[in-house]
């Protein structure tokens, strides 16, 4: 064989080398994360509210479970008084759907700063854990939202059947880590969503499948190297 195909040769295992590469990558589970309206209907203390907010669910992987944040992207409700910094303690539950079933809790700090009165009430982000019992693809839906102020309470509740802002590919808990996404709008891990431990679901995947790619272009470029040095070797 001619120096010059054996040139070609190796320059071709390097090639194929750099598309297993791609091709892992390629292969990594996507994240669906969506920010959804939530139409809510609040009972308060001084009667009957409603409120549309935006509404995302991002997911983080914390060893077997997975930590889960509720943001709102707009206020809801309102007191008829001024609630005093910390005087607002919110909560919520996250439906959970698809391959398994139940709520997961979340909860948050008390307002930080001052609510005046007759305005929207700001929700900070609320976060909970989830450990999946099942394996496959679980969603993750905004449920009821509970404000405690001022010794009342104040329940809202969705109405307009949002969609999952968040679905992700799971294995349960005892069977190997799955695979999550981003908060739903597009969490597949919540995604989102949605407090920075180590980064989850679909973008740790693609991470680790993308070293496992890079790893193989340099494998292939490092034993075609061997082989071009060997063969020149022998030739002398």
């Not at 698809?98 to 609320?126: R, Y």
């Amino acid at each position: 064989m001619s120096y010059r195909t054996y040139q070609k040769r190796t320059a071709a295992l390097a090639f194929a080398a750099a598309l297993a590469g791609s091709a892992v990558l390629m292969a990594a589970p996507a994240a669906r994360a969506d920010v959804v309206d939530v139409n809510y209907q609040c009972k308060t203390p001084i009667g009957d509210k409603s409120a549309v907010s935006p509404i995302d669910i991002k997911s983080v992987k914390s060893g077997s479970a997975y930590k889960l944040t509720m943001s709102w992207q707009k206020g809801v409700s309102s007191s008829p008084v001024e609630l005093g910094k910390g005087a607002m303690k919110p909560s919520a539950v996250i439906e959970v759907g698809g391959a398994d079933s139940g709520t997961v809790a979340v909860t948050g700090p008390a307002n930080a700063e001052a609510i005046p009165a007759d305005t929207p009430i700001k929700i900070s982000d609320l976060s909970g854990t989830y450990t999946s019992k099942e394996t496959g693809k679980v969603t993750f839906t905004p449920g009821v939202l509970t404000i405690k102020a001022l010794g009342t309470t104040t329940t809202c509740t969705p109405t307009n059947d949002p969609k999952p802002p968040l679905t992700l590919d799971v294995t349960a808990a005892g069977g190997g880590s799955g695979s999550e996404g981003e908060g739903s709008g597009q969490p597949q891990a919540g995604s989102g969503s949605d407090g920075q431990l180590p980064q989850t679901g679909p973008e740790d995947s693609a991470i680790a499948l993308g070293t496992l790619g890079g790893t193989v272009l340099l494998v292939g470029a490092a034993g075609a190297l061997w082989l071009t040095r060997r063969h020149q070797t022998i030739r002398r």
